[in-house]
């Protein structure tokens, strides 16, 4: 029998797979941006997101396995997916479009998203909960990042 923390994680997995959807070109195009000099751990950042990312599937788990099935419980589900799809969404769109602009917007609709997610599912699990700190802690890095990112590349707003 399939496990519930194994269809969690495949679908995690293939949302993310979707933020590989970049061509070499795009990936020129941002390699070519400046950074803030503060920038100093971009290499560890894909590190980061997969810790953000595994604690937020694993979040989700709890919450399944408190209720599974139910309809309030197929409700969150819908708020983790919608989460790591606007999440996983910000580079291909940010890159396809040449947009930091639209980075920003997804990254600021992502926390947004997981502060709704987070407060809704403390009533079911404060380790659920506790497990999205994480996101939003890193969350709002990144989208400053990619705001400062929109000052010192105006033409790629």
């Not at 000099?37 to 971009?42: A, C, D, G, V, Y």
């Not at 040449?98 to 926390?111: A, Y």
Request: one cysteine or more.
């Amino acid at each position: 029998m399939i496990k519930s923390w194994m269809v969690i994680a495949g679908v995690a997995l293939l949302v993310a797979l979707g933020a590989n959807f970049i061509t070499p070109g795009d990936r020129k195009w941002f390699k070519r941006l400046q950074r803030p000099r503060w920038l100093t751990f971009e290499a560890a950042i894909p590190v980061i997101w997969t810790i953000v990312f595994v604690c937020g599937a694993w979040s989700a788990y709890i919450i399944w396995e408190n209720n599974p099935g139910s309809t309030q419980t197929w409700i969150y589900m819908g708020l983790y997916l919608l989460l790591e799809i606007v999440t996983v969404a910000y580079t291909p769109a940010m890159f396809r479009n040449r947009s930091l602009r639209l980075g920003t917007i997804l990254g600021g609709t992502g926390f947004i998203i997981a502060v709704i997610l987070a407060i809704t599912v403390l009533r079911v699990s404060g380790w659920a909960a506790l497990l999205l700190v994480p996101y939003l802690l890193w969350s709002p890095i990144g989208t400053y990042t990619t705001k400062v990112m929109e000052r010192l590349n105006p033409q790629d707003i």
